[in-house]
């Protein structure tokens, strides 16, 4: 759906001072955190820590420009992707483990949040990135507010886009409603039991869908995109297929069909290969077949889902993603 350019949200509310609110408010539930659905309650303000071993400054392992998202966030340019560390879900085919993973080595990749806006200013305006991604921020979600509010002063000005495991809370999602500019969350298990045993969160459906719902009412089904292709508001629901459907992938996309919309974006994923611990699992120490794939797609398209993107099977091969966007996402010949 293509719109005239608006600016982004996040500049009215810094000028109303809802930013600045916003910002404060979610800072004063790190005293005891409840900011993922851990909960941990835990003083981040004082430097304890909980689940994700994260005290009070963000941990920012890379900030770089990253070309291998879904076309309409990648463009030309790249999306201006920050990487946080210590992820508040423990997968263990994570891909990015090296830096997901809360280890004390974290810490070396502690920075204020001032310098988290200059690094967010350095990706829109040296490295003339698109947007910005805010790449596993859950248990982030007060320092992403307060570098935006100190961000925008300094000339921020590209949409904003958080990406996420979805393992979020429902009133951190709120509070950045009209800080971020699309959502682009995970749905990865159907099964609290798979959750548990693969990501450690075995209370990982009813949160994700309830987070995911909450982004689905702030910016409904239609994915707003510019003249020149790039997303400028919305939602996009990734899926990644695992082997032996250990993600629940039809009962997933069915939930998405009929309790959000047939019409919402959604990206079927096939670039899973075992990664960190799943050469350990009889389940996970391969790729998924072509025959696998091919059943997540027929059922998207059984479902009605209209809108999106399925990545080629080659993206397991080279671990970079590679979109299929011609024609019908979901059809049974994209195989």
Sequence with gaps: MTEAIKKPSYLDLYHSGELARRA?????RLESCDICPRTCHVNRLKGERGFCNSGYLPQVAAACDHHGEEPVISGTNGTGAIFFGSCNMSCVYCQNHAISQPSPGQDNHEISCSALAERMLYLQDELECHNISFISPSHFVPQLAQAVLEAVPLGLHVPLIYNTNSYDSVASIRALEGIIDIYLPDLKYASNQRAAELSATP????????????????????????ENGLATRGIIVRHLVLPEELA?????LSWLARNLSP???????????PAHHAHLSPLLNRKISAAEYAEVLQS??????????????????SYLPHF???GHPFSPERK
């Design 203 to 226: 209370d990982y459906v009813a949160h994700s869908r309830r987070a995911i719902r909450e982004m689905y009412r702030q910016m409904g089904d239609k994915l707003v995109t510019d």
């Design 300 to 317: 998207g398209d059984r479902l009605g889902l209209e809108n999106g993107w399925a990545q080629e099977m080659t993206a397991a091969e």
């Design 263 to 273: 019409q919402v974006t959604v990206s079927i994923m096939s670039q899973y290969y």
């Design 324 to 326: 299929i966007n011609e």
């Design 248 to 252: 629940g992938s039809n009962a997933s």
């Design 24 to 28: 404060k408010t979610l800072e004063t």
